[in-house]
Structures are given as C-alpha cells and as structure tokens.
C-alpha cells in the first residue's frame, strides 16, 4: 500500500534513520487472524453429528490451508462455512436428543398401557381359576358327604 509521507499521520512517520527514505512509504498491513473453528468441528464430528461434523471439519482444515497461503478472503469464507456446519451439527444433536426423549416417553407410556390392560385381564382370568377352583373343592366336599 502507498501512502505518500506528507499524508501519514504523525503516529506512522518515520523516523529520520530510515534507510529507504524516498518520499513514498511502503507499509504491509497485517491480515485479521482467521478462526479456522478446528477444534470445534473435531468435537462435532465425534460427539455431536458425524456428518456435518466431517463436513465441518473439512471446511476447517482448507480455511487453515488457505490461510497459510495467504489467500485470506478464501480463508474467511471456509472459516464461514466451518461454523455455519458446526452450528448446523449442534442443531441437529439437539433435536436427536429432543427425538429420542419422545419416543421413549411414548413408548413408556404404552408399555405402560399395555401392562396395566393385561394385568387387569390377567388377575380377572386368575380370580376366575381361583374362583372355579374353591367352587370344585367346594363341590367335591359337598359330593363326599
């Protein structure tokens, strides 16, 4: 970037040792560190959805690539893209769970139907062995009379 010496402000002007001093100063502006989220997609390919997870982590690792080659604006957009997925697997592992939770509070609840029916008609058909049961000793007391 050429920013010509009169122009600078005070705080960027150089001082009268330079050796370069030729009225135009070159100065290299640094690039933004760029969040690669590397850590983050490990943890969403192994603990919370493998896939966006392994799609994240693949965004991660070429945003780190891009980045060690200077191309920043590319390692911002795959640096973008790594936290959209990471945001997407967290999403996704959160209404798994929310899933699972229903569907076994609802199969709780017809195992629990299913059993208070069955052992409603099982203690009625019990009662009625154990009913005609005392009826035949009954009887074969009565008959030994």
């Known amino acids: 970037m050429d920013i010509p010496y009169e122009k600078m402000p005070a705080f960027e002007q150089p001082s009268s040792t330079d050796s370069t001093n030729d009225g135009i100063i070159r100065t290299q502006v640094a690039a933004p560190r760029v969040r690669h989220y ?20 693949a965004y991660s690792l070429k945003s780190s690539a891009k980045a060690d080659v200077q191309f920043h604006d590319k390692a911002r957009l795959y640096s973008r893209r790594a936290l959209i997925w990471n945001l997407c697997s967290v999403v996704f592992a959160f209404l798994s769970v929310v899933a699972v939770l229903i569907v076994c509070y609802y199969f709780n609840e017809a195992v629990n139907n299913y059993s208070s029916s069955f052992d409603s008609m099982f203690r009625q058909q019990r009662r009625n062995e154990i009913n005609s049961e005392i009826n ?8 030994e009379k």
């Open 38 to 57: 590397f850590v983050f997609s490990l943890f969403s390919a192994l603990c919370l959805c493998p896939a966006t997870g392994l799609i994240a982590l």
């Open 136 to 143: 035949r000793m009954i009887q074969s007391f009565n008959n």
